[in-house]
């Protein structure tokens, strides 16, 4: 005679219970998935945060240093038109001779904008640009380097000015060696009196006077041309400052 009764063995191995057993352990196993996904996340998102903060501490020491040595260069150009301009008015006015000796050195003096861009460089050829989470920071970044691109040619002009009118003025007068603009040697020093009668001698001819009115406007072109610069880097200065220090 057939068992009508199930015994608690074959309850056990019910279909339903094991579907359940599997869908519980399908659920463990998402869960856990979904865990070590977000634990994966997290430590990439703190990575990147890190890394951006790394970054900006960096760039912030690099505009730092950008914006002290353009300001000195953009001083010391201020400087040199003060003292350029005293030259032109010695035909017309009483100048002492130390300032007008001051001021031939200042006619020949130089001061080439070289930043410091290793990290900026760092962060394009890595391509880790796209790191830095403020648009207002790379949109000053970007003005920056589309004005810093136009530096090149003004100085340019600045120095041809003095290479190719300036110095070859002053050869054709067989003055270069002794006004020694560039660098003094011992070997043919004279004394500052006889400086100073060459150059008032120089001062009396028309074509001196222009190169030194040409001189002060190549050097105000250079000022003007690298004013915004100094402003992006003041904005970048502080737009830093408020990213690693916020109020």
């Known amino acids: 005679m057939a068992n009508r009764y199930s015994l608690s063995g074959d309850r056990r191995k019910s279909?339903?219970?094991t579907i359940v057993k599997g869908f519980l352990e399908l659920i463990v196993i998402v869960i856990g998935i979904y865990i070590a996904f977000q634990l994966e996340n997290n430590r990439e998102a703190k990575h990147k945060a890190d890394l951006e903060r790394s970054y900006l501490e960096q760039?912030?020491?690099e505009v730092k240093i950008n914006e002290e040595e353009l300001r000195a260069d953009q001083d010391e150009r201020k400087e040199q038109l003060t003292l350029l301009k005293k030259l032109l008015?010695?035909?017309l006015r009483q100048v002492d001779s130390d300032t007008i000796q001051k001021a031939v050195d200042a006619l020949f003096t130089v001061r080439l904008y070289s930043p410091t861009d290793a990290v900026y460089q760092d962060l394009v050829s890595s391509g880790n640009l796209g790191i830095l989470k403020s648009d207002a920071f790379?949109?000053?970044?970007?003005?920056y380097r589309r004005a810093l691109a136009r530096v090149p040619s003004t100085e340019d002009r600045d120095?041809?000015?003095?290479?190719e009118q300036l110095e070859p003025y002053l050869m054709e007068k067989q003055l270069l060696s002794f006004l020694e603009p560039h660098?003094?040697?011992e070997e043919i020093s004279i004394s500052q009196d006889q400086k100073d009668r060459m150059i008032r001698q120089l001062?009396?001819?028309?074509?001196?006077i222009d190169l030194v009115y040409l001189r002060i406007h190549t050097i105000q072109d250079v000022i003007f041309f690298e004013n915004p610069m100094q402003w992006h880097l003041r904005n970048m200065r502080q737009l830093l400052e408020e990213e690693l220090d916020p109020k």
């Open 89 to 91: 008015v010695t035909p």
């Open 15 to 17: 279909p339903i219970g």
């Open 203 to 208: 001062l009396r001819d028309r074509k001196f």
């Open 59 to 61: 760039l912030l020491e």
């Open 138 to 143: 790379k949109r000053i970044l970007m003005n």
């Open 159 to 163: 120095l041809k000015l003095i290479s």
């Open 183 to 185: 660098r003094d040697l």
